[in-house]
């Protein structure tokens, strides 16, 4: 445990970056794509399945783990890592997210958030300090700060009450954090869709010399361009030095632009919950295998993936399972679609390598276009 926690600029394609940030647990190749393991579990999935499809880190959830099984149950289990089983990095959400998106009747204040259990009603409160707090009990090998995000589109004021909270919690967080050389507190840069808010927060935030930065309040209902455009104003401002997480992202499609414009670390829980809801992320697009012309494929969904969910199930097999609802449709297409993401970040990190990830960005896109095999 007494690597220090570093990032280290391996090579430049234009604005995208190939990297690795180092962390007592282990390397973490960038960019990198962290699986969702919001309760400690990667749905569907065995720990040993994610490892090898090619994940370094996966990501937890400081509200559900709080409330199920509680932050002071995991540590005195030994650790978040210890208790599931997975020894590499876990980066640990904050809370402000998942509290505005899932709990009941929330409160907000300076001094914090107060709210109601999506499970049962139970009512907690939720300040910068105890979400450091927690996140340190679960043992998490990067910590976000609190941070309020406002869904969008929304009232210009709000978005800006919204990030100056943020920034004020960010520096309670720094505090709370304190001195931690092994492990890492990531600020979240807000604003909504406006590049002058993006611009303060991203300063204010700088001039905390964090660790890593991430860009929030993307992806929470405006269209790609919108996004894209913020991560144009926001990226450059950034410094160069420290790795950059954008929040809840996205489509390969949404990885590949971000990729470009300089972010090195996404999470989503696209692969995994389009899984268990029958689609599957392929080379060659999406394929939905609840779909009847399925029914008689003896295809698999990619005969040259190494993931055996790709390439040894037939389509006619995997669309026979989701339409009976077994559990083993979404296992199989949740390992495909977390191996196809972790397939897409290796080629995106050799493209960058190799200097020529536009051409690979476009080759990937126009493959996805072409459609099915
Ligand atoms: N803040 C935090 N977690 C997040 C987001 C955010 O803005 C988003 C937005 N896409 C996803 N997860 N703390």
Excluded at 1 to 17: P, V
Excluded at 166 to 171: G, I, M, T
Excluded at 283 to 312: F, I, Q, Y
């Amino acid at each position: 445990m007494s690597r220090e926690f570093s990032f280290e600029l391996l090579g430049e394609n234009g604005a995208a970056r190939r990297g690795v940030v180092h962390t007592a647990r282990g390397d973490i190749r960038t960019p990198a794509f962290m699986p969702v393991g919001t309760l400690g579990t990667v749905k569907a999935m065995y720990l040993d399945q994610v490892r090898d499809a090619g994940a370094d880190i996966i990501l937890g959830n400081t509200y559900h783990l709080m409330l199920r099984p509680g932050a002071e149950r995991v540590a005195r289990l030994g650790g978040l890592h210890e208790f599931i089983r997975w020894p590499h990095p876990i980066l640990t959400d904050s809370g402000g997210f998942q509290v505005m998106s899932l709990s009941g009747l929330r409160t907000m204040s300076e001094k914090g958030v107060t709210f109601q259990s999506h499970i049962d009603g139970s009512r907690h409160e939720m300040t910068p300090e105890r979400s450091i707090e927690i996140q340190g009990l679960l043992g998490s090998d990067i910590q976000m700060q609190l941070d309020e995000c406002v869904a969008l589109p929304a009232d210009p004021d709000a978005i800006r009450r919204a990030m100056e909270l943020s920034v004020r919690w960010a520096e309670r967080c720094k505090t709370a954090f304190g001195n931690q050389p092994s492990r890492a507190m990531f600020g979240i840069v807000q604003g909504g869709d406006d590049a002058r808010l993006r611009e303060t927060s991203a300063k204010a935030l700088t001039a905390l010399d964090l660790k890593g930065y991430a860009i929030g309040g993307l992806a929470v209902g405006e269209p790609q361009d919108v996004m894209l455009a913020v991560l144009d104003a926001t990226c450059p401002l950034l410094p160069g030095d420290k790795p950059r997480y954008l929040m809840g992202v996205g489509t390969p499609q949404d990885i590949l632009r971000s990729v470009a414009r300089g972010i090195d670390m996404f999470d989503c829980v696209m692969p995994t919950r389009s899984g268990r809801h029958g689609l599957a992320f392929t080379r060659r697009g999406r394929v939905n295998l609840k779909n009847a012309r399925h029914a008689e494929d003896l295809r698999p969904l990619d005969e040259e993936s190494d993931c055996p969910a790709a390439r040894d199930y037939s389509r006619a097999y995997l669309h026979h399972l989701v339409r009976s609802g077994e559990a083993l449709g979404g296992m199989l297409l949740s390992w495909n679609n977390v191996a196809y993401y972790q397939q897409l970040m290796q080629g995106i990190r050799e493209a960058i390598e190799a200097e020529n990830f536009p051409e690979f960005s476009a080759r990937t896109e126009s493959e996805w276009e072409r459609g099915d095999l």
